[in-house]
């Protein structure tokens, strides 16, 4: 008995000696790239900081790819569209973008009417202003049931008086509205693309004459670069509604469809195509299918929500899913970031900068 059981044992013994460091030549090898663990030390810079991104892994792996494909967009013979939705312009993204515009980052801008407006509310001399979510002692409600009586608007803990949105309506009723009124009168609709232009023509205008410390903005740096700006959702904002509002005592009017001729015509001329997409919504999905009308897909493509794909819903679908809409190209380079875009933008777009300008 004792002679079997040790013979056994020898036999399994051998047997996993036999066994030992081997497995199925069919599985996958993963010892190519091993997770590590990431650095932080005193006095890195953002690019180094995104490099040890690349040792980890689950969002920082992600955001460490974003990286990475940003850079090949960000490359001088690749058409860039940058969607830019979500209240990035009053949460302070505001610079970032504009400075992407005027060093040549972006060749087409796709974006709300609301940020849009936030973004002509500082260009002129507006503020947008720290707060908090709830005042001490108060609930949710009845903090913004006292900002309601102060004529405060707030957006999660951005604030902005009331007063502005007038000094808004003035500057489009003064320096905006009456010169496309002329062009209405003479030809007709204009574009959305047209308002956009010349918003931003009379942000720097104004921004100059009255010497307003803040950057004069997105819009006003687009129309300083010959980057058009498409705004597909104009209506479902105040840079909307003012407009149907001037638009019931005038011969102006919007063109709806006027951009997307030459829209799609960039995206046919494009020799390379990428998509930057910040947030979901409006934005997101036309600039994405802007391809569809093309013989090509985007090369390139990097998303930044914080919006679940298990929805179904397009703010949150991820960019592989485009692909199968014919979208991206099947070997684009793609990567999505889930979280706080106000966080992810600032840091991707840093650590590209650093990479492509960093021997200037």
């Given at each position: ?18 066994d030992?460091?081997h ?17 932080v ?18 969002g920082?792996a ?13 490359a ?6 940058f969607?830019?939705?979500?209240a990035?312009?009053?949460?302070g ?26 973004d ?12 908090e ?24 803990n951005?604030?902005?008086?009331q ?29 959305i ?14 921004n100059?004459?009255d010497?307003?410390?803040e950057?004069?903005?997105?819009a ?64 997101k ?24 794909k ?7 679908a ?15 380079e ?27």
């Amino acid at each position: 008995m004792t002679d079997d059981h040790d013979s056994g044992s020898d036999a399994a013994a051998d047997g996993n000696s036999e066994d030992e460091g081997h497995h199925d030549p069919e599985r996958e090898t993963f010892s190519h790239d091993p997770v590590a663990h990431a650095e932080v030390r005193a006095g890195m810079t953002v690019g180094e900081l995104a490099d040890e991104y690349g040792n980890a892994g689950v969002g920082a792996a992600d955001l460490h790819e974003a990286v990475h494909v940003t850079e090949s967009m960000f490359a001088d013979d690749v058409t860039v569209f940058f969607s830019l939705a979500g209240a990035m312009v009053p949460a302070g993204m505001r610079r970032i973008v504009a400075d992407l515009i005027r060093d040549g980052y972006v060749d087409v801008l796709v974006t709300t009417g609301a940020n849009l407006t936030h973004d002509a509310i500082e260009a002129i001399g507006g503020k947008h202003h720290h707060g908090e979510v709830t005042a001490e002692g108060k609930t949710e409600r009845e903090h913004d049931e006292t900002l309601r009586d102060e004529g405060v608007d707030r957006i999660y803990n951005v604030y902005l008086p009331q007063e502005y949105f007038a000094t808004f309506e003035s500057h489009l009723r003064e320096e905006v509205f009456p010169v496309l009124e002329g062009e209405c009168e003479a030809d007709g609709p204009v574009s959305i693309q047209r308002l956009t232009e010349e918003l931003g023509r009379a942000n720097a205008a104004v921004n100059e004459r009255d010497d307003v410390d803040e950057d004069p903005g997105i819009a006003a740096a687009a129309y300083e670069s010959d980057v058009p700006i498409y705004c597909p959702a104009v209506q479902d904002s105040v840079l909307g509604l003012q407009a149907w509002m001037y638009s019931q005592t005038s011969p102006f009017s919007l063109d709806a469809l006027a951009d997307m001729t030459p829209l799609t015509d960039i995206a046919f001329e494009a020799d390379e195509a990428g998509a930057f997409v910040v947030g979901g919504g409006v934005p997101k999905n036309f600039t994405l299918q802007t391809m569809l009308v093309t013989p090509r897909a985007y090369d390139y493509a990097v998303q930044l929500t914080m919006d679940p794909k298990q929805t179904g819903g397009l703010s949150g679908a991820t960019l592989d899913e485009a692909r199968s809409w014919g979208k991206l190209e099947k070997d684009a380079e793609n990567v999505s970031v889930y979280g706080d875009a106000t966080i992810s933008l600032p840091l991707v777009v840093a650590a590209v900068r650093e990479r492509l300008e960093g021997d200037d």
